[in-house]
């Protein structure tokens, strides 16, 4: 049973940093695209970031590039999320997910094109 595990969320002050975690087990990670999206409250669930199954490629929401970062160790089965210059509205649960293969290899920003999730970690900037 696939299971993805997100970690190093927290508080953090306007302008900081924060370095999200999100390791999988279960199912065939190298070769899967990889995503993080968000959900703040009273609002629906969007994309942040995706990269491919290599990590030779990646995509980013126009609200955060230039400011996030991901990148992925297949070795470890992990993604991460590299959160620079916070902003208070970053504020959200965000959310690790593995693409289904069957989408092939790309990160998306579709997310019913995702097959697993985890459960969640929270980021609250503060102003």
């Known amino acids: 049973q696939a299971q993805l595990v997100e970690s190093g969320g927290g508080l953090v002050q306007a302008g900081g940093s924060l370095r999200l975690s999100c390791t999988a087990s279960?199912?065939?990670?190298?070769?899967?695209?990889m995503g993080w999206f968000r959900q703040a409250p009273g609002k629906e669930r969007e994309f942040v970031a995706a990269?491919?199954?290599?990590?030779?490629?990646?995509v980013y929401a126009d609200s955060v590039k230039g400011r996030f970062t991901i990148s992925r160790d297949n070795a470890k089965n992990t993604v991460y999320l590299q959160m620079n210059s916070l902003k208070p509205e970053d504020t959200a649960v965000y959310y690790c997910?593995?693409?289904?293969?069957?989408?092939?290899?790309?990160?998306?920003?579709?997310?019913?094109?995702?097959?697993?999730w985890g459960q969640g970690t929270q980021v609250t900037v503060s102003s």
């Open positions: 997910a593995a693409k289904n293969l069957a989408y092939g290899t790309d990160g998306t920003s579709n997310l019913h094109e995702y097959v697993a």
């Open positions: 279960g199912l065939t990670f190298g070769g899967r695209a």
């Open positions: 990269i491919s199954g290599t990590g030779g490629r990646t």
